[in-house]
């Protein structure tokens, strides 16, 4: 079955730097998640959206913004880096349906390190 | 905030030995879920529990959702040594479904 696509797999940026990360949902899953996960730490919840609207926030830095296109993929866009946004970054999907939600099933996560 | 209390941290066993782990809340929770993790992988659902009192198996896996709907558990048993990993525990935060994580049990097996 197809899974939670993340792009790139690893990522190496200097501070002051730009990043985007990119998450293409299981198919026909609606919403999707953006966890933050430190070394040795569970994951945190940054952002998610619903039918490409922003459902939630967690937290998420001011310098990072994120969006979903119409093809229900997302984007993470990360500003300014600094040492401390080094982390796995994992995006997860679900699908809305009558009565609740399919649980979200997440990807294979975009090592960011910052250098 | 809503805070997940998982135990215990870490645990060394040997293959074909049971496993307990267990997680605990101050909050009432809808759901629980237990994940797994391999090192720089995303969690992998093993099982998701809805109803306080529900017991599901997966395989060698059973989790129970307490009575109290503030803590769960899961067992594996007759473990092996792909069993290996981080098991967390988690529920959903709001309707929106965004979930918290408990800080993970480091599971390692000997053969």
């Known amino acids: 079955a197809a899974g939670v696509i993340q792009s790139p797999r690893h990522l190496i940026k200097e501070k002051r730097e730009t990043a985007t990360l990119k998450c293409y949902p299981i198919?026909?899953?609606?919403?999707v998640y953006w966890y933050q996960q430190g070394p040795g730490q569970d994951p945190q919840f940054l952002i998610s959206f619903y039918e490409k609207m922003q459902s939630d926030k967690g937290s998420i830095p001011d310098r990072f913004s994120a969006q979903q296109f119409s093809d229900y993929h997302s984007e993470l866009n990360m500003s300014s880096l600094e040492l401390g946004d080094s982390a796995l970054y994992f995006c997860?999907?679900?699908?809305?349906?009558?009565?609740?939600?399919?649980?979200?099933?997440f990807g294979p996560g975009t090592r960011l390190t910052v250098t | 905030g809503q805070q997940l209390n998982q135990s215990p941290q870490s645990m060394f066993i040997q293959e074909g030995e049971d496993v307990s782990m267990n997680c605990t809340s101050s909050s009432i929770f809808n759901t629980w879920l237990w994940y797994k993790q391999d090192p720089g992988e995303g969690p992998v659902l093993l099982i998701a529990l809805y109803k306080a009192g529900e017991l599901t198996s997966n395989g060698r896996l059973t989790a129970q959702f307490g009575i109290t709907r503030k803590d769960s558990f899961l067992n594996i048993s007759a473990s092996i040594p792909s069993d290996v990993g981080i098991y967390f525990c988690?529920?959903?935060?709001?309707?929106?479904?965004?979930?918290?994580f408990g800080k993970g049990t480091k599971l390692s097996v000997k053969p």
């Open positions: 988690a529920t959903r935060r709001g309707s929106q479904g965004n979930l918290i």
């Open positions: 997860a999907s679900s699908l809305v349906v009558t009565g609740g939600l399919i649980e979200q099933y």
């Open positions: 198919p026909r899953h609606d919403t």
